[in-house]
């Protein structure tokens, strides 16, 4: 099994490279963002739970995140690997991946930090909330986002770095480029 968490503030380009990098190696695609905005659109208990957090750009509660990855995992048992994305997010979630992929002695083989300046995040999420229906693209909820980021999710680098698994890649330029950048470090894990 291959799995790869791609990491990044909001804004980064984490869901743009995960469809080519999951076509490409045929991983199987989560994104925690993904499944809640489903879940909320849906408006099943624990969208309608999650939505109060999301339309204020908080993290939703660990153990919610947690148990649906752990559901996610144990629903693709055939997979060749699993990319992760928007999650872990916390410490306490990175803990908990190690702890259910080590059930399945597969554990992480990369982490792949997306780095782009924070006025490129702002711009790139604005454009995208004039088009994209996602309540949390709007400037309020946007700025509010990249503090929870600062607060809560930067850490989760020092956590895999202390690990040797991050490799940090410049994520602005055109998205063929970053994704050829992002190949090249898959590209000498698998070899
Ligand atoms: P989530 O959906 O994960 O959102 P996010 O981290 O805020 O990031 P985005 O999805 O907005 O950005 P992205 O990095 O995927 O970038 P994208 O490719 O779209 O989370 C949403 C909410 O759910 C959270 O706030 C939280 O409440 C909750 N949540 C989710 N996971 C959680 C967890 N694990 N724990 C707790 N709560 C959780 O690109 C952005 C834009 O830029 C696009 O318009 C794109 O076209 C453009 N773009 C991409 N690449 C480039 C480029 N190279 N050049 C120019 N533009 C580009
Ligand atoms: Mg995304």
Same mark, same amino acid.
């Given at each position: 099994?291959?799995?790869?968490?791609?990491?990044?503030?909001?804004?980064?380009?984490?869901?743009?490279?995960?469809?080519?990098?999951?076509?490409?190696?045929?991983?199987?695609?989560?994104?925690?963002? *993904?499944? /809640?905005?489903?879940?909320?659109?849906?408006?099943?208990? /624990?969208?309608?739970?999650? %939505? %109060?957090?999301?339309?204020?750009?908080?993290?939703?509660?660990?153990?919610?995140?947690?148990?649906?990855? @752990?559901?996610?995992?144990?629903?693709?048992?055939? =997979?060749?690997?699993?990319?992760?994305?928007?999650?872990?997010?916390?410490? =306490?979630?990175? *803990?908990? /991946?190690?702890?259910?992929?080590?059930?399945?002695?597969?554990?992480?083989?990369?982490?792949?930090?997306?780095?782009?300046?924070?006025?490129? +995040? %702002?711009?790139?999420?604005?454009?995208?909330?004039?088009?994209?229906?996602?309540?949390?693209?709007? $400037? *309020?909820?946007?700025?509010?986002?990249?503090? $929870?980021?600062?607060?809560?999710? @930067?850490?989760?680098? *020092?956590?895999?770095?202390?690990?040797?698994?991050?490799?940090?890649?410049?994520?602005?330029?055109?998205?063929?480029?970053?994704?050829?950048?992002?190949?090249? $470090?898959?590209? =000498?894990? +698998?070899?």
């Amino acid at each position: 099994m291959f799995n790869l968490v791609l990491f990044g503030p909001p804004g980064s380009g984490k869901g743009t490279q995960s469809t080519n990098i999951i076509e490409k190696y045929q991983l199987v695609h989560i994104s925690t963002g *993904d499944i /809640l905005r489903a879940e909320v659109a849906n408006e099943t208990p /624990l969208g309608v739970e999650a %939505k %109060k957090y999301m339309d204020q750009g908080m993290l939703v509660p660990d153990e919610v995140v947690i148990g649906m990855i @752990s559901s996610k995992l144990d629903a693709t048992p055939d =997979a060749k690997g699993f990319i992760f994305d928007g999650f872990p997010r916390t410490v =306490a979630q990175a *803990d908990a /991946l190690d702890n259910l992929l080590e059930f399945k002695n597969s554990p992480i083989n990369i982490v792949l930090s997306l780095m782009v300046s924070e006025d490129e +995040l %702002k711009s790139r999420l604005i454009s995208r909330g004039e088009v994209s229906g996602r309540s949390d693209d709007n $400037e *309020d909820v946007i700025v509010k986002r990249i503090k $929870e980021y600062h607060a809560k999710t @930067s850490p989760v680098a *020092d956590y895999y770095k202390g690990k040797e698994k991050l490799v940090e890649i410049p994520g602005e330029g055109t998205v063929d480029s970053i994704f050829n950048a992002l190949c090249a $470090e898959i590209d =000498a894990k +698998l070899d």
